[in-house]
């Protein structure tokens, strides 16, 4: 086997539904403080990120109910949504990716949060976790 893909845990990514109670919970439990915060139109989120050392914790919340986070909220609350590693490049980790023969849900790589490209592997096939590839 050659280099492994993935480089660091970039975050973990925690679906609620109220982003500004959950941040708040997070500075009051933990003494966190906001990292980033940004509306991702495309996906119908809100992001705030939290540093933890070279990584993040990404509270999401949907502002649209086709959202894919508004659906996995009705469907099963708040809690892990998914986990993204830092890959160096996404094509190429997701070109890898599907050659090994997982499914994916991007055909290809596309604009993330903080101006990274990032891409997802369905969970069907990645042992039940939503992964997120993300090239910085």
Same mark, same amino acid.
């Given at each position: 086997?050659?280099?492994?893909?993935?480089?660091?845990?970039?975050?973990?990514?925690?679906?609620?539904?109220?982003?500004?109670?959950?941040?708040?919970?997070?500075?009051?439990?933990?003494?966190?403080?906001?990292?980033?915060?940004?509306?991702?139109?495309?996906?119908?989120?809100?992001?705030? &990120?939290?540093?933890?050392?070279?990584?993040?914790?990404?509270?999401?919340?949907?502002?649209?109910?086709?959202?894919?986070?508004?659906?996995?909220?009705?469907?099963?609350?708040?809690?892990?949504?998914?986990?993204?590693?830092?890959?160096?490049?996404?094509?190429?980790?997701?070109?890898?990716?599907?050659?090994?023969?997982?499914?994916?849900?991007?055909?290809?790589?596309?604009?993330?949060?903080?101006?990274?490209?990032?891409?997802?592997?369905?969970?069907?096939?990645? &042992?039940?976790? &939503?992964?997120?590839?993300?090239?910085?």
């Amino acid at each position: 086997m050659g280099e492994t893909l993935l480089t660091d845990v970039d975050h973990v990514a925690i679906a609620v539904k109220d982003l500004d109670e959950a941040l708040a919970w997070y500075v009051r439990v933990f003494g966190a403080s906001l990292a980033h915060r940004e509306r991702i139109e495309s996906d119908g989120v809100e992001e705030a &990120l939290i540093k933890v050392g070279t990584s993040y914790i990404q509270l999401l919340s949907p502002f649209r109910d086709d959202s894919p986070v508004a659906r996995y909220l009705a469907q099963r609350g708040e809690g892990l949504h998914h986990v993204g590693y830092r890959v160096a490049d996404c094509a190429q980790a997701l070109a890898a990716v599907k050659s090994a023969g997982a499914r994916v849900i991007d055909d290809a790589p596309r604009p993330g949060s903080r101006g990274t490209t990032v891409a997802f592997v369905h969970p069907k096939g990645a &042992l039940g976790t &939503l992964i997120e590839l993300v090239e910085e």
